[in-house]
């Protein structure tokens, strides 16, 4: 009896064949991507904070220098996460990273304001292209362990985050800014060549035309508003962590170095969540919706516990209740957008979400500034965790409990 011929099935988006579990190896220098841009953003941030004076930067010069990484990303991401979709993530992924090392090595020339300046620039252009093609390449090589997978991609970031400000400081202590230039330059030369040799080559899927008015109804989907502002909220609590975390042990009175330690606390924790949370969502023990709402949740009671109860000991414990909510939220969101969004255009969704991270990411120590400027610092955290809270609650109102396939 003659059987039914199967039906083909759609090319894989996984790791070619030979590659051990869901593109392991694969994935493995994207990691060192994601490191790259947090390495590359922290430690010339937190260089400049301890520097500034030794190097003769006033404050306006100072805010310059610390704002053109951000800007360039706001502006430049979604435009080459959508360059990822139309000639390949890997192109834009290595051609990222060589323009990193390059603008790196400008910075390795002194230590004027000009210098400095267009490193930071070119460091910020460089990101925006690497940052969102990875990630977009992170969602099609992982499979169905997409949550894993991006939680071991974030734990990564976070530990540039960690390492950052302390390489950064140990560097700039050996031989100043050039030698922290020339140590990132040599980072992302070795993340490039990395990725050219090990990355496989994915194909570029045939997308159809979309109108102006496809659109603006694919940025107003729910799947993609809701788990993006879920990354805003998260990622504008680690801003205002980076800055307002140390000023507060400042004026309880602890020493600098116990003060900056708490933010290492906050980036381990996150670090070391990460990777759980998303193979916990990946074997379906959580969902997008009930893991996001729980992470937001620990970042609001981590946040108005500093704001109501300010001490050396809560400062510590809410590091560590905070970083664990920042590495819940993180994996899911961006697993829950690569689920939902179909492969041919996921680079310009990874580029508009990190965007929105980017958002999150100003506006949470700009609120919290500003409160706290005409207030105090305990109403600006307040505020913050009254907005992530009210956010929490959209998320669980409107994420949905399930997603749709890819298609």
């Known amino acids: 009896m003659n059987r039914p011929a199967k039906p083909k099935s759609a090319p894989t988006l996984t790791a070619p064949a030979g590659v051990a579990g869901p593109a392991r190896w694969a994935l493995a220098p994207l990691y060192a991507a994601g490191f790259t841009t947090a390495f590359g953003a922290h430690s010339i941030a937190a260089g400049l904070g301890a520097e500034s004076g030794g190097i003769g930067l006033g404050l306006l010069t100072f ?6 990484y951000d800007v360039a990303e706001v502006i ?16 834009v992924i290595v051609a990222g990273l060589a323009a990193f090392t390059l603008a790196s090595l400008v910075g390795t020339l002194g230590t004027t304001p000009l210098i400095l300046g267009l490193a930071r620039l070119g460091q910020g252009a460089a990101a925006s292209a690497f940052s969102p093609a990875s990630s977009a390449a992170v969602a ?8 894993s997978y991006f939680g071991k991609y974030g734990s990564w970031k976070s530990m540039g985050y960690v390492l950052g400000p302390l390489l950064g400081a140990a560097l700039i202590w050996v031989g100043g800014f050039p030698a922290l230039f020339l140590a990132m330059a040599i980072v992302a030369a070795a993340a490039a060549v990395w990725t050219w040799i090990a990355m496989p080559d994915l194909p570029v899927l ?8 496809d659109l603006v109804r694919q940025s107003t989907e729910r799947s993609f508003l809701v788990p993006t502002l879920a990354l805003a909220a998260a990622t504008s609590a680690l801003g205002v962590a980076v800055g307002f975390l140390p000023l507060l042990g400042t004026e309880l009175r602890m020493p600098v170095g116990a003060s900056m330690a708490v933010v290492a606390i906050l980036a381990l924790s996150s670090s070391l969540t990460q990777p759980l949370a998303g193979r916990l969502r990946d074997r379906g023990q959580i969902s997008s919706r009930s893991g996001i709402g729980w992470g937001l949740a620990l970042v609001v009671v981590g946040v108005a516990t500093l704001a109501l109860v300010p001490t050396p000991f809560t400062l510590y414990v809410s590091a560590v209740v905070i970083g664990c909510g920042i590495g819940i939220t993180t994996p899911l969101g961006f697993a829950h957008l690569a689920a939902t969004t179909p492969p041919e255009r996921i680079g310009r969704t990874m580029g508009s979400a990190e965007l929105g991270r980017e958002a999150g990411d100003a506006g949470g120590p700009l609120i919290v500034g500003v409160i706290a400027s005409s207030v105090s610092l305990a109403a600006g955290l307040g505020t913050l965790a009254f907005l992530i809270a009210a956010i929490a609650v959209v998320c669980v109102a409107f994420l949905g409990h399930g997603t749709r396939p890819r298609t």
């Open 63 to 68: 805010g310059i220098l610390l704002a053109l």
């Open 76 to 91: 430049l991401k979604p435009i080459f996460g959508s360059l990822s979709d139309r000639i390949g993530a890997k192109p």
């Open 140 to 147: 099609r090589l992982a499979g169905p362990a997409v949550g």
């Open 206 to 213: 045939p997308r159809p035309r979309y109108t102006v008015a």
